[in-house]
């Protein structure tokens, strides 16, 4: 169950040697559906809006690609 009232989820994305510049470098799906999403570069964090309140679990994949190309997955079961 989501415990926020604004149903945001903000996460850290930091890449100390390239970096990450621009939003299209990050992919957000939620239960396999594309997810949208807002990129703070300068602070170096994501925000997530999620769907209105539900009893279900959420599947939340993030993809990001930095500057020369590294990629990286982080998946995460939001209650």
């Known amino acids: 169950m989501i415990q926020s009232q604004d149903n945001k989820i903000r996460f850290t994305i930091k890449d100390e040697?390239?970096?990450i510049q621009k939003e299209s470098q990050i992919r957000?799906?939620?239960n396999g559906d594309w997810?949208?999403?807002d990129y703070?570069?300068?602070?170096d964090?994501?925000?997530v809006f999620l769907p209105g309140s539900t009893t279900k679990p959420y599947q939340l994949m993030i993809f990001v690609t930095d500057n020369v190309g590294n990629k990286s997955f982080?998946?995460?079961k939001v209650l």
């Open 74 to 76: 982080k998946e995460f």
């Open 17 to 19: 040697l390239s970096g």
């Open 35 to 37: 997810q949208l999403f």
């Open 40 to 43: 703070d570069p300068e602070e």
């Open 45 to 47: 964090y994501i925000t």
């Open 28 to 30: 957000v799906y939620l």
